[in-house]
């Protein structure tokens, strides 16, 4: 299937049953804003939960802040947004369309990339085992000069960065011949930067005093409390503070579904660690976030990390971890070395000492920051995307049939156990009503009666359940059930008692844990 046929029914299917809704649909909605549903929300949680307990309950040395979102406004003087959260844009005269520059550069880097691909694929084909795959990309013409586009455009891409330089990437885009998607001209505005701050105002006065931002990351609420954790958890360093919050940007070109939104969700971690000793626990943080990662048997392929091509002024080491999205491999989380610029920039603007008393060392110094960043919200699409699968089935009888069932990782699965009465009468309804009033204090369960089983199954299917349970006229003879598996569509006849031994523990977060 077209990665953008892929996408598109993964959006419709999570509208359909109940995980993500526009905001205000009634009112035709609010562009880049999204609204969980009822199966949503549960997955939501799940996530936040195998997160959550991944850093604050596994780490001795890590605890929990839940900080506000309205923050004075000078904390994002100290952190550097007011002047500098802003991203390069252009205009397509023809269609008006806004971009943003470097992923329009990006993305022309990335199709010369697929190209690259593209011809080792057709060589493997034509030529199976016997196919010199290191040759081929060392000596075929094509690829060659593919190669070196990509690294000529690149170099040029990444010292108009570094260098702010707006007009060279103007001036890229119109070397390389980027056209605007919409109407496939190359009729560019300049590149402007654009700061992507919400404001609003606190109090009743109008004036600028009083205005404040909503935060567009997490990480300066645990910034500006350091102290305050520091000292009343008698926390030593090397030691972390992690968070879950909303987070507000005014994204200009918010497309791509959940993956760039106005307002979404953060889960972040700072840890703080001795100066000198950052670059050792970077690498450990990188490596126990992309465990985290394929720790969910997913499609492990689909992860790799990227090298940042810009590192901020304050930052000496930044990857991403990208996750293969059916619009390509795009950034799921940043692992980044902010030095000590954060806590530096706090304790000059707000006059505080920001310190930590080494006892180790006898040395007092402002602490070292690594932080691991991942938008919740990417992450749920990031399992949505590999999750759904279309399956051609035959039926008994030979005729084909067609199933859609979310492989959801179990522990994150919204609802755990469905449990189907057979019919609607001769006490069935009640008898599964009794399995339920026993196991939902153990996890999520959903009683269904409507339509046949086969629809049910697939209703259940669709939203990645990984057990159902049918209670028949022979469960109240002998209080035995047909327990039906997801993945495989086995049914076996167990007990009722065996059902929470059998569910709980595959279904646990804490079985995912175990093995980080
Ligand atoms: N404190 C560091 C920070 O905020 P970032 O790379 O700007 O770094 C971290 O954001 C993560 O937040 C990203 O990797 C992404 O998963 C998520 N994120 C950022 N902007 C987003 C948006 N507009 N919509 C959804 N998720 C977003």
């Not at 567009?216 to 030593?236: C, D, H, S, W």
């Not at 969910?296 to 940042?308: P, Q, T």
């Not at 089935?393 to 990782?409: A, F, M, W, Y």
Request: glycine share 6%.
């Amino acid at each position: 299937m077209a990665q953008e046929d892929l996408f598109k029914k993964i959006i419709a299917h999570c509208k359909e049953y109940g995980f993500i809704f526009q905001s205000s649909e009634i009112y035709d909605g609010l562009s880049a804003v999204y609204d969980y549903g009822q199966n949503g929300v549960e997955l939501k949680n799940n996530i936040k939960k195998y997160w959550w307990d991944s850093m604050v309950l596994l780490h001795e040395n890590i605890v929990g802040l839940d900080s506000a979102i309205f923050m004075h406004p000078r904390t994002w003087e100290a952190s550097g947004h007011v002047g500098a959260f802003s991203d390069p844009l252009i205009d397509n005269k023809d269609s008006n369309k806004r971009y943003r520059a470097d992923v329009l550069i990006e993305e022309y880097l990335q199709k010369i990339e697929e190209k690259i691909e593209k011809d080792v694929a057709k060589g493997i084909k034509k030529f199976g085992d016997s196919f010199d795959e290191e040759q081929f990309r060392a000596t075929n013409p094509n690829v060659l000069r593919n190669k070196t586009k990509i690294e000529e455009v690149h170099g040029r891409f990444v010292k108009a960065l570094e260098d702010d330089n707006l007009a060279e990437l103007k001036q890229i885009i119109e070397d390389c011949e980027i056209a605007c998607p919409v109407s496939g001209t190359k009729n560019w505005t300049d590149v402007r930067q654009f700061n992507l701050m919400f404001d609003t105002k606190l109090g009743s006065l109008a004036d600028d005093a009083s205005k404040i931002y909503l935060r567009p990351e997490t990480a300066q609420g645990i910034f500006v409390n350091y102290l305050n954790v520091q000292k009343t958890g008698r926390m030593k360093i090397p030691f972390g503070i992690a968070q879950i919050g909303k987070a507000f940007r005014n994204e200009i070109v918010a497309r791509q579904f959940i993956f760039r939104m106005r307002e979404f969700e953060q889960m972040e971690m700072q840890f703080f660690v001795r100066p000198g000793e950052e670059i050792k626990w970077f690498e450990h943080w990188k490596e126990f976030r992309m465990n985290w990662h394929k720790n969910l048997g997913l499609a492990e392929d689909k992860y790799r990390f990227h090298k940042h091509d810009k590192l901020a002024h304050y930052a000496n080491a930044a990857f991403d971890i990208e996750f293969q999205f059916p619009f390509g491999f795009k950034e799921l989380e940043g692992i980044h070395s902010r030095t000590d610029f954060d806590l530096s920039q706090h304790q000059e603007f707000s006059g505080k000492k920001i310190q930590y008393f080494d006892p180790e060392t006898n040395k007092s110094y402002v602490p070292y920051v690594v932080e691991t960043s991942i938008g919740l919200d990417r992450m749920f699409l990031t399992i949505m995307s590999a999750a759904y699968t279309e399956e051609e089935l035959t039926k008994e009888d030979g005729s084909k049939d067609q199933r859609i069932v979310l492989k959801i990782p179990a522990a994150l699965a919204p609802i755990k156990l469905a449990v189907l009465p057979l019919l609607k009468k001769d006490g069935l309804p009640d008898k599964a009503l009794e399995i339920i009033n026993n196991l939902k204090f153990e996890f999520n369960c959903q009683y269904e009666e409507k339509d046949s089983i086969g629809k049910r199954y697939r209703r259940q299917d669709a939203i990645g359940t990984p057990y159902c349970v049918t209670v028949d006229h022979q469960t109240l003879e002998d209080n035995t059930v047909t327990l039906r598996y997801r993945d495989t569509m086995n049914q076996e006849r167990i007990p009722i008692e065996k059902l929470n031994e059998l569910i709980s523990e595959s279904v646990s977060i804490k079985k995912l844990l175990k093995k980080l």
